[in-house]
């Protein structure tokens, strides 16, 4: 039996303990529930600071717990759900796929953003693709609904909904702060670093190609909240 926990299960275990514990004091009027919830709070921070390589650092530890308190609301503002992402697999009439470095981690990957309040997510992603890139694009479909934190690619809680779109217009004119540089690429001439490549190349290449496939998601575990994932 392998007794190793993997930095990605322990944070996520983590942010599921503080999910649980916001919720919690986001609902009860009970001061003994609150001082529960609150100890929680506490052990999800040492399994982060844990996760984080900072294990015995109680500075680290304590800072995950004053976040997660400020995030704290009532009722139902208060309760915790991931946050949503959008993800645009955009191709073009040559059968490439627009990658973007980007300037914060110098990592490739296609282009991405918050889903602002006030639009829907395709509209979100024709925003996004256009702000980065300087491209218009047209969203085909959706083909893969991402956990972030499954696939160990971000220390919050997040889904990302991945679409599939074409090009319409418009030429590469790169966002000054979110991008380094972009262009377009065939599957065997990716760039590196490119980000899950290994996960998401297959899954976009065979939507470029014309294959329909059933959109993507995360296996169930079972049982559901137990897994070295």
């Avoid at 697999?89 to 006030?118: F, H, M, Q």
């Avoid at 993507?216 to 559901?224: E, I, T």
């Amino acid at each position: 039996m392998n007794d190793a926990v993997s930095e990605k299960t322990l944070r996520r275990w983590a942010e599921a303990l503080a999910g649980v514990a916001k919720t919690g004091l986001g609902f009860t009027d009970s001061q003994y529930e609150r001082e529960r919830f609150e100890e929680v709070l506490k052990i999800a921070g040492d399994i982060k600071a844990t996760a984080d390589g900072t294990v015995g650092e109680v500075i680290d530890a304590h800072g995950y717990v004053t976040q997660w308190t400020r995030e704290v609301g009532r009722g139902v503002p208060g309760y915790q759900t991931p946050k949503v992402a959008v993800g645009a697999a955009v191709t073009n009439d040559a059968g490439e796929l627009l990658l973007i470095k980007r300037a914060d981690s110098g990592v490739w990957l296609y282009p991405t953003g918050w889903c602002d309040v006030g639009y829907s997510a395709p509209e979100v992603v024709v925003k996004e693709v256009l702000e980065e890139t300087g491209i218009e694009v047209e969203p085909v479909r959706l083909i893969a609904v991402l956990d972030g934190m499954r696939l160990g690619d971000s220390r919050i809680p997040l889904y990302s909904l991945l679409f599939f779109c074409r090009a319409t217009g418009g030429e590469l004119r790169l966002h000054p702060l979110e991008v380094s540089d972009a262009g377009w690429f065939t599957r065997d001439a990716l760039p590196e670093p490119t980000l899950g490549a290994d996960r998401w190349s297959g899954l976009i290449f065979a939507a470029i190609d014309g294959e329909r496939r059933d959109v993507f998601y995360d296996d169930l575990r079972r049982p559901v909240w137990r897994s070295t994932e």
